[in-house]
């Protein structure tokens, strides 16, 4: 069995990946992001102060693997999900506020789109509808979808969740690890929050 | 008959356990090691076994499917490419939102503006289920 967190981007899965490794899972990433925080932070803002997480996108072709990730987690890139060879996976996905994606891309990056990465923002419901159909279809991904805003408003509920999803995992570790002062970009009732 | 696994041997080499499992399907067999550095699940063989089982017997039935011959290929050279043209003009709104996207990142553009609205609204009424590699490649 392999653990992945994955989500489209700016949707909280390196929090997610933080959590979870709180709360006891052995994971696997590398520091190939990392230097974002240096090419984009500025001032008080850092993309992702707590880090990212990552692992290097080539790891994800090795054909070991599985062999070599098995029983780990890691966080898997979207674009690389329908591609993972066979095996046995437990997927926990992030899902955010599409108006909040673009306005942490904005933040991320003032002055430059994300491309075909931010275009999925306006097309967010089939396209994450056809991705799930597919995921499903490969009938070897154990899939939960959480929501970025309930991690953060309820994060004890949502781990239990992922507990009771067969992910094992100190629920009230993982939830301990939430930072809300980190949810920038935050829509309150319509509104933006200061 | 589907094929059943058998724990044949393990072994600690080099700082790695090695264990060897047997696969059958009662006519043949073949063994296939396992390898790790650390302590893993409790039911990490047994995932493993049933994964390749079913990996096996799905081999033997596309096997099975498979005619011995010569191959006709006459019909795959004939045929003519497909041109999706339906595609091809979601591709190409693809793009141009993409510039506009960026114009608007840019503020050149307004996000409210009609040219990057239409745009949007023409983006999601065509979307079909086959296009999702145009956004996820």
């Known amino acids: 069995m392999i653990y992945l967190v994955s989500s489209f981007n700016r949707s909280g899965s390196s929090m997610m990946m933080r959590c979870l490794i709180a709360g006891g899972m052995p994971a696997v990433y590398d520091n190939s992001q990392e230097n974002m925080n240096v090419l984009y932070g500025r001032g008080e803002y850092l993309p992702n102060q707590n880090g990212f997480y990552a692992l290097d996108y080539g790891e994800f072709a090795r054909p070991d693997f599985v062999e070599e990730y098995d029983g780990k987690l890691v966080k898997c890139p979207y674009q690389k999900l329908l591609k993972l060879p066979k095996h046995q996976y437990k997927l926990v996905f992030m899902q955010r506020n599409p108006a909040e994606i673009r306005k942490s891309m904005a933040a991320f990056t003032p002055g430059r789109s994300w491309g075909i990465n931010e275009t999925i923002t306006y097309l967010y419901t089939p396209i994450l509808s056809e991705l799930n159909r597919r995921l499903l279809a490969r009938g070897d991904v154990d899939a939960i979808i959480l929501q970025y805003e309930d991690v953060v408003k309820q994060p004890l509920v949502e781990f239990e969740k992922l507990v009771k999803a067969g992910w094992k995992i100190d629920a009230a570790k993982a939830a301990e690890c939430v930072t809300e002062a980190l949810y920038r970009s935050r829509l309150d009732g319509g509104k933006w929050r200061a | ?137």
């Open chain 2, 1 to 137: 008959m589907s094929y059943q696994a058998e724990v044949k041997e393990k072994v600690i080499v080099n700082g790695k356990l090695l264990v060897t499992l047997q696969y059958s399907d009662g006519v043949k067999s073949h063994t296939e090691t396992m390898e790790t550095k650390c302590a893993q699940r409790d039911d990490w063989i047994l995932e493993e076994a049933k994964r390749r089982c079913a990996e096996l017997d799905a081999l033997a039935a596309f096997a099975g499917n498979i005619k011995v011959g010569l191959v006709d290929t006459s019909l795959a050279e004939t045929k003519k490419p497909v041109v999706d043209e339906a595609r091809a003009l979601y591709e190409s709104q693809l793009r141009k939102f993409g510039a506009a996207q960026q114009a608007m990142r840019m503020g050149i553009l307004a996000e409210t503006h009609e040219a990057f609205t239409s745009l949007k609204t023409w983006l999601i009424n065509n979307f079909k289920a086959e296009y999702l590699d145009l956004f996820i490649e």
